[in-house]
């Protein structure tokens, strides 16, 4: 079997979970996991589209996902919870993200990469903090809490059964709930599709001649700005959908959930860890990195307590230092593992 | 025994490979002169003997002495200049700092200074203007009088009448015969006549191989070869 | 334009922001009170940005973990100050100025060891990959903070400052932090010092040449391996000095102040360009100085006005205002 095709049939088994993931996982706090799973799939392929196609490293990608949440949340929140408020809402936040995406594109991408990379950070952080000080739109540091459109929520019947109740099937209550479950499944996968299209296209081929010998490229004829702009621009509008999308299922948009500097870490580690410029690698990567967050810290605690005794340990092991764990796990992987699992399993049968 | 040789000398940069094999004889003293095409691999020798390619293959022996392990600022100590394509001139220095940086104690050498002075006056002229407000052939000369403001045994040439008008190349050419009656000097060079009046022996280079080694005076005799060999890219005679 | 080359160029721009902020603000003693804020704080900046700005010019490394030294020099020097509270209080000039000294010591010392390790143990082994580079460094300085965090605590830490430091002088009508001018003082002295090794040393000069064009350095027979450690600790320590001046100013810090720090450096060194310590301070400067007058102006736009002034920077010249010759 080909490395290529593992890949494939691991990621196809992720997304075959995931579609069934409410008749699996009943509880609550599964079917987060699930959604939130579904999102930063979308999330981490639209952020290898630009660090792993291009080779040019962007620290705004939660700045664009946030551009998308947030237009949702006031659009719900200051308008109504109406869906042509949310498809305003988010055209607004795509809208930004685009502009924004393209003015740094043009400004930066024709210098350095580096410079780009410092500026895309400067960039986020100054959203981070118009966010939280521009309270009166943004809600400030508590974020928005809101309604969205009614078939989403949980007291809505989708299916009926003889009595007027909600009707299970298998067990499970057809509500809004599992409406909203199921739009934030098909929007993703969706989405993830027409990521694959895009690097199987010719732009994708483009921008590998580009990763490769970017000279090379530009006297070939390409205009390796105009390329990488276009990329930039596209990979931002996908985070904002991927935000709004996110922004609709959990009903509340704050600086923690969306721009926070700890999920464009997550973001980077996932990316990393599925591997770089494969694509299916995000699914794998999102999916270890979100179970990890939600499981992974209950363990910290209990090997925080259970070294109670010894002094600066705990300190270490609580869940409170997860960050430290990860900065270190992320600096072996790319100093070690630089392929990822995805990059891995292709390269290790290819030389088979 | 030649005072520089070359083995089977292998370079990729990236997925291209640039240099196969190639093999080469410096005798010491005069002028050695390394012709061919555009992009047939004559920088890429260069550098390679100056040990600022990443890793070569095969081996580089200088006065007998294997040197392709070693660092670049090493094989400088050894006794080799390097005066690269884009001359390598530190602009926002004074060619005054310049020319100290070339020293190995931070102090001149006052009759090498009192000779370079005497090459190249203009430098001495423009002493402490900033390197950058020089004209291309004064930038030129600067590179070439770092090359031997210090006793050197080999000077690794790279173009240096590119894009200099006529009457300058005639002085640079002067200047190197000078020089070459001390310093062996392996010269690569397009500007066909400018390399026949100056080479004593010299080698072709082609895609990346030595193809000719001779004499430059059996080479400037045939042209039937000097036409297989460089033809289209070279100036004409 | 040749009358503007010749009175300074890009460098008279603080000039220029001084003067529309001063017709902004119109009360004079509230504008001086400001701008010596600004200085103050563009030479704080200034000591946090030049390593940064050097180590890239010189060896093309551009170490996303720069802040950690900045965080580390805070803490190291709040904590040396906290264990001499005792001589801070002192009404003995000499006992400030030795607890003073001490903690501004340990915080270089420590940037210093620091740096070595940075350079050694993270950065050496992906020089010239800038994508790991950029990855890996982040990584630093996520693992620097949590470690900073784990050692301090989360909660705010206090800076004590030296007794002889405290108060205001009256101005003009306004009042200036004596802490402020201090920090001007140190910063001017940091930046002569490091004028003059750059200028007038064989070390400086090396420095300056390696910045221009590393491989020909080594073609004259230097090793530029050694000469950037070097550089890179000298910047560590700095950033860390800049760190220990930031806390005796701030006198309240959190762990989060070297994230926070990274993003104006990163400011100050695309505006001034990297690889001079020139353009370095003229970023630094220009900054400090909008962040103070638009702090005063608009406080919720400071960071913002300083993001669109790097932005019409670089519409106006891509690689900075004094970047280094290359």
């Not at chain 1, 109406?82 to 930004?96: E, M, N, Q, R, S």
């Not at chain 1, 479950?181 to 001649?209: D, E, Q």
């Not at chain 2, 020089?134 to 403001?149: D, E, F, P, T």
């Not at chain 3, 902020?21 to 940005?49: E, R």
């Amino acid at each position: 079997m080909k490395g290529n095709t593992t890949v494939k049939l691991i990621a196809f088994a992720v997304w075959a979970v995931l579609l069934f993931a409410p008749f699996f996982f009943q509880e609550v706090r599964q079917v987060e996991v699930a959604a939130r799973i579904a999102v930063f799939i979308v999330l981490v392929a639209s952020y290898d589209l630009l660090i792993g196609y291009t080779g040019i490293v962007s620290f705004a990608h939660t700045m664009f996902f946030g551009f998308g949440a947030y237009g949702v949340a006031i659009a719900m929140k200051q308008l109504d919870n109406t869906w042509g408020y949310w498809i305003i809402g988010t055209l607004a936040g795509v809208l930004v993200a685009a502009v924004v995406a393209v003015l740094i594109g043009l400004l930066s991408l024709r210098v350095k990469a580096i410079f780009f990379a410092m500026i895309t950070l400067a960039a986020a952080s100054v959203a981070l903090v118009l966010a939280s000080q521009l309270s009166t739109f943004t809600g400030g540091e508590d974020g928005i809490t809101y309604s969205v459109p009614d078939v989403f929520k949980p007291a809505t019947k989708l299916l009926t059964d003889d009595e007027g109740k909600v009707a299970k099937i298998l067990g499970v209550r057809m509500n809004g709930k599992i409406a909203a479950y199921y739009f934030v499944f098909f929007s993703c996968a969706l989405m993830f599709w027409v990521l694959l299209r895009i690097v199987g296209s010719p732009l994708g081929t483009v921008l590998k001649a580009i990763r490769e010998n970017e000279a090379r490229a530009e006297g070939i004829g390409y205009r390796v700005v105009a390329f990488r702009t276009a990329v930039f621009v596209i990979a931002a509008v996908a985070a904002a959908l991927a935000g709004a999308i996110y922004a609709t299922w959990l009903k509340y948009t704050g600086p923690e959930t969306t721009l926070s500097f700890a999920i464009m870490i997550d973001i980077l580690l996932m990316v990393v860890i599925g591997g770089m410029g494969t694509m299916w690698g995000a699914v794998i990567g999102a999916t270890l990195m979100v179970l990890a967050q939600y499981y992974l810290r209950d363990l910290m605690e209990v090997a925080a307590n259970a070294t109670e005794a010894i002094p600066f340990l705990p300190e270490l092991l609580s869940p409170d230092r997860w960050l430290l764990w990860l900065g270190i796990i992320f600096i072996l992987l790319v100093y070690f593992f630089p392929a990822g699992i995805a990059g891995t399993i292709i390269q290790r049968r290819a030389a088979k | 025994m030649s005072l520089l040789s070359i083995r089977n000398m292998d370079v990729s940069i990236g997925q291209y490979s640039v240099l196969h094999g190639v093999t080469l004889d410096v005798p010491e003293g005069g002028v050695f002169v390394l012709l061919g095409r555009n992009g047939a691999g004559k920088t890429t020798t260069l550098r390679s003997i100056i040990g600022l390619l990443d890793r070569p293959e095969g081996s580089v022996t200088f006065r007998g002495e294997d040197i392709s392990s070693l660092h670049t600022s090493d094989i400088a100590r050894k006794g080799i200049a390097f005066v690269p394509e884009n001359m390598g001139i530190f602009g926002g220095l004074t060619v005054a700092e310049n020319m100290v940086l070339a020293t190995a104690s931070g102090k001149f050498d006052q009759t090498r200074l009192a000779r370079v002075y005497e090459l190249f006056p203009a430098l001495e002229q423009f002493w402490d203007k900033q390197a950058w407000s020089l004209s291309g052939g004064q930038k030129q000369m600067l590179a070439v009088a770092r090359a031997i403001i210090e006793p050197r045994d080999l000077i690794l040439i790279d173009e240096p009448t590119k894009g200099l008008a006529p009457s300058i190349i005639s002085a640079m050419g002067e200047a190197f015969r000078e020089i070459s009656e001390t310093t062996t000097i392996l010269l690569v060079e397009q500007n066909f006549s400018f390399a026949k009046s100056l080479g004593r022996d010299m080698a072709v280079i082609d895609d990346g191989r030595v193809v000719h080694t001779g004499t430059m005076a059996d080479f400037a005799a045939d042209t039937a070869l000097q036409d297989r060999l460089l033809s289209l890219s070279m100036e004409a005679s | 334009m040749n009358i503007v080359e010749r009175f300074g160029g890009v460098f008279l721009l603080p000039v220029a922001i001084a003067i529309i902020a001063f017709v902004l603000i119109g009360a004079p003693s509230s504008w001086l009170t400001l701008t010596v804020a600004g200085l103050a704080m563009g030479m704080m900046l200034f000591l946090m940005a030049s390593g940064l700005s050097l180590v890239f010019g010189l060896m093309d490394v551009l170490n996303f973990g720069h802040s950690a030294f900045v965080s580390f020099g805070a803490f190291v020097a709040a904590s040396v100050l906290a264990y001499f509270g005792g001589w801070l209080g002192s009404e003995s000039i000499f006992l400030n100025i030795m607890a003073l000294v001490f903690a501004i010591a340990a915080a270089i010392v420590f940037g210093a060891a620091l740096g070595w390790f940075f350079e050694r143990v993270i950065v050496k082994p992906v020089y010239s990959d800038h994508l790991r580079q950029i990855l890996i460094t982040m990584g630093a300085l996520i693992v620097a903070e949590q470690l900073i965090l784990a050692t301090w605590g989360g909660t705010p830490t206090t800076v004590l400052r030296p007794n002889f430091l405290e108060g205001t002088i009256i101005v003009g009508g306004s009042s200036l932090e004596i802490f402020r001018l201090f920090a001007f003082i140190v910063g001017a002295v940091v930046y002569a010092g490091l004028y003059l090794l750059l200028n007038r040393t064989r070390m400086g000069l090396l420095i300056r040449a390696g910045v221009e064009n590393r491989e020909m350095v080594e073609a004259l027979g230097f090793k530029i391996d050694r000469l950037f450690i070097g550089v890179f600790m000298l910047g560590s320590a700095l950033a860390a000095m800049g760190g220990a001046m930031w806390a005796g100013y701030e006198t309240l810090i959190t762990p989060a102040l070297g994230a926070e720090m990274m993003v104006i450096v990163f400011i100050v060194v695309i505006i001034g360009g990297l690889g001079s310590i020139q353009g370095t301070l003229l970023g630094a400067i220009m900054v400090a100085l909008m962040q103070n007058y638009v702090g005063f102006l608009a406080p919720k736009l400071a960071l913002a006005s300083n993001m669109l002034l790097m932005m019409a920077i670089l519409l106006w010249r891509p690689y900075g205002l004094a970047p280094a010759v290359k």
